[in-house]
């Protein structure tokens, strides 16, 4: 099957997810059963969207892969991307289901995608389509159904077009159906820079653990200047590190005394482009993975670091800000050459852990504050960095990674879960 109402079902990162599942499966001595299950979703839905753009309709073509839900409701964000394909969907919803296990909190997993540019769609066309989406699933969705919330291409703008959509044809407002949500629409501003803040947090974690110091002086590098790999940045800084390249699609700046990060977060958000950053050297938007540095965020898209560009890195830890960004070619060189890769569900955890703390907030009508959750979060992301790196110690097996022992802890809290539950 090549495609499903349109959209493309292949995808390499899908193949690279279930290489890697299978290996952690193999690690941690599992049934068989437990690949059977976790390397398929339990549901896809395909839904097409018509929307009109520039005065004639448009069929979009929309999907939740709604992967597992031993453990809870599905839970993970919708992408709006013009390349993504159902494979791709499949991948990253499989993700969810791992990374909501090893987090932690009560979620199974779940991704929603849109194959289109959001770029090329004028506010109300972006309105539309966002509205659609939420009509075509509606009774899929729900609170203690499916709960998606932002990805690549998505906003709270987003997040709230879709909560006043559901909230209407239910007939009453229902907060805790999405996340990410804008803070004056039942939101927690800390889930803005959620995802960029707990890398960083696992980014400290690891480094005391490996080197014996934070971050403090340390050199950092951020592939990805949207939602994530910003605010990975800022907290870099703020954390004393040395930000020396920031990069997105027009291009690195690089600067190896370190970047102004709050004047490039100013830059990008008002050009749309890094590189209109005023400094520093202007290089090839992969630049950034290749510069001198102590650290590694790679935080734009999957598949980033692979077979063909993995001997230019230079970086001893990778942080894993994006989902998938390493594929298991490029992981095995780089673990035979010693750089340790902090992997995607738990380093980028951040976002859904408080989209789980805004989605507890929203089922009571109240609110913390910004100081108290931002502090709850961040001891979650060091709790969780610190049993992965346990389990890790842990493993017996030759060339173990700690993406490895990440998976193990993950597909533990799965599997018991569906013990309990009679499925396997
Ligand atoms: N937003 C969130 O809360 C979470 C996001 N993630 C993951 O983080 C990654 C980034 O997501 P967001 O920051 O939300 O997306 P975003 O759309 O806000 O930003 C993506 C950034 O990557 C850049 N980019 C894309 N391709 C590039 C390339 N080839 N070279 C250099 N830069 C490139 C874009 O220019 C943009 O600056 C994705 O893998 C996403 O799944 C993971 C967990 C939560
Ligand atoms: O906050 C959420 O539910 C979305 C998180 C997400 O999509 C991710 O972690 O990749």
């Known amino acids: 099957m090549n495609s499903v109402l349109g959209m493309p079902t292949q995808s390499i990162f899908l193949q690279d997810t279930l290489k890697t599942l299978m290996r952690a499966v193999e690690v941690g001595g599992f049934d068989k059963i437990v690949y059977d299950y976790l390397s398929r979703p339990m549901r896809v839905i395909a839904v097409s969207i018509p929307v009109r753009v520039n005065g004639s309709i448009t069929i979009f073509e929309g999907y939740r892969v709604q992967h597992n839900n031993a453990l809870g409701p599905f839970k993970g964000g919708i992408r709006f991307h013009p390349e993504v394909t159902l494979g791709d969907d499949i991948a990253l919803a499989t993700l969810m289901t791992l990374k909501n296990s090893l987090a932690g909190i009560p979620y199974g997993g779940g991704k929603g995608a849109v194959r289109v540019n959001p770029k090329t769609l004028k506010a109300k066309e972006l309105e539309e389509l966002a509205r659609g989406y939420v009509r075509a699933l509606y009774s899929a969705l729900g609170p203690d159904v499916d709960i998606p919330a932002p990805d690549v291409g998505t906003n709270p703008q987003i997040m709230a077009w879709m909560v006043d959509e559901y909230s209407k044809i239910a007939g009453k407002n229902i907060p805790a159906v999405f996340t990410a949500k804008p803070i004056e629409l039942w939101g927690n501003p800390v889930r803005e820079y959620a995802t960029g803040y707990g890398v960083i947090v696992a980014a400290e974690t690891f480094m005391k653990e490996l080197f014996g110091s934070g971050l403090s002086g340390a050199r950092v590098s951020i592939h990805g200047f ?40 100013e830059v990008k958000n008002k050009t749309g482009k890094v590189i209109d950053y005023p400094g520093g050297q202007k290089l090839k938007p992969d630049d950034a993975l290749y510069v001198n ?14 077979a063909s560009n993995v001997s230019r890195v230079k970086a001893k830890l990778i942080v894993e800000g994006a989902n998938g960004p390493t594929t298991p070619e490029a992981e095995e060189y780089l673990t035979q050459h010693g750089v340790t890769i902090v992997p995607d569900i738990l380093a980028n955890a951040g976002g859904v852990i408080m989209s789980y703390l805004e989605w507890v907030e929203n089922l009571q009508w109240m609110t913390w504050s910004e100081d108290e959750t931002r502090d709850r979060l961040g001891k979650i992301m060091e709790n969780n960095s610190r049993k992965v790196m346990n389990k890790y110690s842990e493993l017996k097996v030759k060339n173990a990674t700690v993406r490895d022992a990440a998976l193990v802890l993950a597909i533990e809290r799965v599997e018991k879960a569906m013990k309990l539950r009679g499925w396997i």
């Open 293 to 306: 540095a102590d650290v590694l965020v790679p935080a734009a898209i999957e598949n980033t670091i692979n």
């Open 226 to 265: 949207g939602n994530t790999g910003q605010w990975a940045a800022y907290w870099a800084s703020k954390m004393g590190a040395k930000v020396v390249a920031v990069a997105d699609t027009s291009g690195t700046v690089y600067d190896p005394n370190g970047i102004d990060v709050n004047k490039a977060m």
